[in-house]
């Protein structure tokens, strides 16, 4: 049973399309200029904005497995602006991802050539060991997008607080349609403030680290409060990061 209420929740999220998907800004302000400076924004080759993602080395960066794109852009908040712009050569999906419905969304993205970190380009540490994010933990999560359900998208980089939510609670309002493992709960449940649909990939970040990757929230609907937003838990995937940043491959 286990297994089918996995299977009903991939088909209700694919049924959804993609805005199914994603990390637009509900009820957050414009993130402050010199901040975030390892937020990217990864991109279709006609210049589309697709996915958020975040840069963890020279010439690595994180997102979610069921984003797409050929290149990224980084060093500016805004998108109409000029940024640098790299493509990529590797899309390094984990290996046992398979649908949002069966989590490991993650992937890293290896550059064309590494980025040089100054004033305009900064990487974000990880943790350095596997964790439980306590319940009621400030963190704060990033996008680019729409700001309300079917609103319009936004240039300028967004930012939110959100709150993580005890791991029980979270799987309870999930019940009907079990979570993965592996995954963090962070705001969109009793609250106003969250992620909404379109662009995934982007960071959940508490003390300063990106501890999660968001993931997938509960269809069209950002009137919040529904069910909590999920997004992939970074610190189960630390040894396969470290393999594949060690060899440069897949």
């Not at 299977?7 to 994603?22: E, N, V």
Request: hydrophobic fraction near 35%; aromatic fraction near 6%.
């Amino acid at each position: 049973m286990h297994a089918l209420h996995k299977l009903l929740l991939f088909h209700l999220l694919t049924s959804l399309g993609r805005d199914a998907l994603g990390s637009k800004i509900i009820n957050g302000k414009k993130a402050p200029e010199n901040s975030m400076q390892y937020m990217v924004s990864l991109q279709t080759s006609k210049g589309e904005h697709e996915c958020g993602g975040f840069l963890i080395s020279e010439d690595f960066v994180v997102t979610a497995a069921h984003c797409n794109g050929c290149k990224v852009v980084l060093g500016t908040h805004n998108l109409k602006a000029c940024g640098i712009e790299r493509s990529i050569v590797k899309w390094c999906k984990h290996k046992n991802y398979k649908n949002v419905g069966e989590g490991n969304d993650i992937m890293l993205l290896k550059l064309s050539q590494k980025v040089q970190l100054d004033n305009s380009v900064q990487t974000i540490q990880l943790p350095t060991s596997e964790m439980n994010i306590g319940d009621k933990e400030n963190c704060q999560v990033a996008g680019w997008g729409k700001t309300q359900t079917n609103g319009p998208a936004v240039d300028e980089l967004r930012v939110v607080d959100v709150s993580t939510i005890n791991k029980q609670v979270c799987e309870r309002r999930w019940a009907d349609l079990p979570l993965p493992d592996n995954v963090i709960c962070a705001g969109g449940y009793k609250t106003n403030k969250g992620f909404c649909q379109g662009d995934s990939g982007g960071p959940l970040v508490c003390n300063g680290k990106a501890v999660g990757i968001v993931s997938f929230n509960m269809g069209h609907n950002c009137n919040y409060p529904n069910f909590p937003n999920v997004y992939t838990d970074i610190s189960k995937y630390l040894p396969w990061i470290d393999n594949v940043l060690q060899q440069k491959n897949c």
